[in-house]
């Protein structure tokens, strides 16, 4: 149902379209100094239809150009999730003389087979660019990985493993994810499959793999999966093994489940292609229990900032860190509020800093005996968003019950948590807050939670609590910048 424009919950830095659906992003592909963000788009409505690639591009991962619909449904579906590579060498034979292609695989996706029940509804195919991803041509022999009998066949992901000179596709296939091999992205192989039971009946999307170096140098390949139920504040999230991959199959270290992001809106994100040097990822920022329904107008859904996923050895072996791009820190301007060696429980106030930051801040607080707090943000009618660590749990929360708007969606208000994974008593907490979102990274990246909220009228008071002893070595806040450009 349509609701009033609502420029007050638009973002100051995360990515959004001018109007209309969008959820997961798709192609991500770096190529001539630019960023390219594809995404799944229904041009004309604000929620889920007939799926579109749309198209924004960034020089520095934070003020993006929209430009129109890349890929539109054809005579073979609609324009599912996928991915984007530069083919240097052309091995494709797409490109022309002196101009390495961009090349997309996507799903070409059949509704009235789905209405009719038909299994095969899903396809794999190709565009081409040959204009640095202003416009695409699609490739005249699609499919070119075609429906081998399966329901849920989707969601392409693409990488070059140099080791064998194959390109390597990931494909979600409902309960598993499948890895094809081709010498030239047009005719494929099935190398392997991987399964894990996750004990939900969710639907996996949105594979991705790539490799991370340890502290020591040791490679290991990590698989992110999307899952549509089953997520640790429930609906859907993305969750990830670390293994090893031999160029044919993946085998996991183990089969412990490991989330990448424990918040309840962060979903279908993967890595950017030709970025060498660091795996940067971008989530979309909604759950399907409630994107339709969120109340923003004439936009629905906005984009994650940036990520950079690392390697961390814990206790527990090897798990991946989620830290802010360092783009963002570009964004950040001087603190408006700087404390030093500051002990509670006495609440804190610390509504001049927030004031100044006129509500789009991030939050950094040094810890060096973590308790129990909680810093509670407020408006003068009420509402309240609670973010905190409980020592009693071992677990950060965020709790977004009373604040602000949650009658759009009977399971949208809850208290969502997180496990803490590091056991040391100091500890780091950096919280990008903007106009409908928050952030959490703690404990270097070890845990990280995302979260929406829909505030009636904006914060304007910022307390730090704790009935037990918190002590911090330091507390900034900093304002940020406008980063979306449009």
């Known amino acids: 149902m349509a609701c009033d424009l609502t420029p007050q919950y638009r973002p100051a830095f995360h990515y959004t379209p001018a109007a209309n659906w969008m959820n997961d992003p798709n192609g991500l592909v770096f190529h001539q100094g630019r960023y390219h963000l594809f995404y799944q788009y229904h041009p004309d409505g604000p929620t889920w239809g007939p799926m579109h690639w749309g198209h924004a591009t960034s020089t520095d991962l934070l003020h993006w150009q929209e430009h129109p619909v890349a890929l539109a449904p054809d005579a073979l579906g609609m324009i599912f999730s996928g991915s984007a590579v530069v083919d240097h060498d052309n091995r494709s034979g797409l490109g022309a003389e002196g101009v390495a292609p961009l090349v997309a695989m996507f799903t070409h996706h059949r509704p009235a087979d789905a209405q009719a029940g038909v299994a095969s509804l899903e396809q794999q195919s190709l565009a081409v660019s040959l204009d640095d ?22 969601d392409p992901k693409l990488c070059w493993l140099a080791a064998r000179q194959r390109w390597l ?3 979600a ?17 099935l190398e392997s499959q991987f399964t894990h039971d996750l004990g939900s009946d969710g639907v996996w999307e949105c594979g991705d793999l790539f490799p991370l170096h340890d502290a020591a ?6 698989l992110l999966v999307s899952v549509t139920l089953g997520g640790p504040n429930g609906g859907s999230s993305t969750l990830y093994f670390i293994g090893d991959f031999d160029g044919h199959r993946f085998t996991p270290l183990d089969t412990q489940i490991r989330w990448l992001d424990f918040g309840p809106d962060n979903y279908a994100g993967v890595t950017w292609s030709g970025v060498d040097e660091r795996a940067l990822f971008i ?18 859904s906005a984009m994650t900032m940036p990520r950079e996923l690392q390697l961390r050895m814990s206790e527990d072996g ?28 006495l609440p804190l ?21 973590l308790r129990s707090f909680s810093l509670s943000l407020g408006s003068p009618g009420g509402d309240e968003l609670l973010i905190g660590y409980d020592r009693d749990r071992t677990a950060w929360f965020i709790d977004r019950r009373r604040a602000g708007r949650v009658d759009f969606h009977p399971q949208f208000a809850g208290c969502h948590s997180a496990p803490r994974l590091a056991t040391a008593p100091q ?12 952030e959490l990274f703690a404990d270097d990246g070890l845990t990280a939670m995302t979260c929406l909220f829909f505030p009636r009228e904006p914060f304007a008071s910022m307390t730090l609590s704790s009935t037990d002893g918190l002590k911090l070595g330091a507390l900034a806040v900093h304002p940020l910048g406008a980063g979306r450009g449009s």
């Open 173 to 189: 296939c409902g309960d598993c994810m499948r890895f094809y091999s081709s010498p030239d992205l047009k005719s494929w192989a």
């Open 217 to 222: 140098g040791a490679t290991w390949w990590v």
């Open 283 to 300: 989530g979309w920022m909604s759950n399907w229990l409630y994107a339709a329904s969120v109340p923003t107008s004439p936009w629905r």
């Open 349 to 369: 106030d610390l509504d001049a800093g927030l004031r100044a930051a006129v509500g789009v801040f991030v939050l950094r607080l040094e810890i060096d005996a």
């Open 133 to 154: 991803g202003r416009t695409w041509v699609k490739f005249e022999g699609n499919p070119v990985l075609p429906n081998p009998g399966l329901k849920d066949f989707r």
């Open 427 to 438: 500890s780091d907490l950096q919280l990008y807050v903007d106009a409908t979102s928050v």
């Open 169 to 171: 596709a990931v494909v």
């Open 318 to 345: 090897p798990r991946v860190a989620s830290v802010p791009a360092r783009e963002l820190l570009s964004l950040q301007g001087p603190a408006t509020l700087a404390l030093r060696e500051v002990s509670l429980p």
